[in-house]
């Protein structure tokens, strides 16, 4: 379905870009319920009264609508993740397009811990949800950068979703227990954490950061000079 939708008129009045537009499109295909006026901020999708946000980063600049919408309405944030992506390089100067290559990165849900944390203050409000979109993506970018082949530092022309892999979808407090990795021992650190969930400690702990806020876990003391943590039982979430 989504490739689809990738010949749609979806650029919207703001200008967005072609994922933002293409997911709009695949959450609500009527574009009646695209760019909804709501008192004095625009809902991507408003639908029966429940508002989506597509997001890509940045989450901090979505506090002052978030304090807006949340009082009344439902709010889903939808944030894609580019889980498989095919590269194509775009010479500036002779205008030759690369043939696309696989890139060896896998995205992961864990993508969205740094953007959770900066609006953090939201997390425990029942209207707050999240889509985590976990899709494959065949983007472009320009020889621009700064290395011997110009392309670390380089910039993004656009991303294209040629599919979505799976949805990771948090509506409770209980949802965030997705994050916790199936060989997470019984007791932990951040460093044993970003172990077992493969991401880095300094993610890990910006996680764990969440996580305390939501109650799914719990600090229990300290292993040397770091924190020791467990998963809290269900009945004293």
Not at 14 to 27: A, D, F, G, W
Request: charged share 25%; glycine share 6%.
């Amino acid at each position: 379905m989504i490739g689809k939708l990738q010949g749609q008129n979806g650029i919207g009045t703001l200008r967005e870009k072609t994922i933002h537009s293409v997911l709009k499109y695949y959450y609500a295909p009527d574009s009646s319920y695209h760019e909804i006026k709501i008192g004095p901020y625009v809902a991507d999708i408003c639908v029966d009264g429940e508002i989506f946000e597509v997001q890509t980063r940045n989450f901090n600049t979505m506090r002052n609508k978030l304090q807006y919408f949340l009082q009344e309405h439902d709010v889903t944030i939808i944030y894609p993740v580019a889980h498989h992506k095919w590269i194509s390089w775009l010479d500036m100067e002779t205008g030759e397009l690369s043939p696309k290559r696989k890139s060896p990165k896998t995205g992961t849900q864990y993508q969205i811990i740094p953007e959770l944390y900066k609006i953090k203050m939201f997390i425990h409000n029942p209207r707050l949800h999240f889509i985590i979109s976990l899709i494959d993506v065949e983007e472009t970018r320009y020889l621009n950068g700064w290395s011997y082949n110009k392309k670390r530092g380089s910039s993004r022309m656009d991303g294209i979703p040629v599919d979505i892999y799976d949805e990771v979808r948090i509506d409770s407090m209980a949802d965030y227990l997705k994050f916790l990795p199936d060989s997470l021992p019984e007791q932990f650190t951040s460093k044993d954490f970003g172990k077992a969930a493969k991401i880095p400690q300094q993610r890990a702990g910006t996680l764990l950061n969440v996580l305390l806020e939501t109650g799914v876990v719990e600090k229990i003391g300290k292993e040397g000079r770091s924190y020791l943590y467990q998963i809290k039982p269900p009945n004293a979430r």
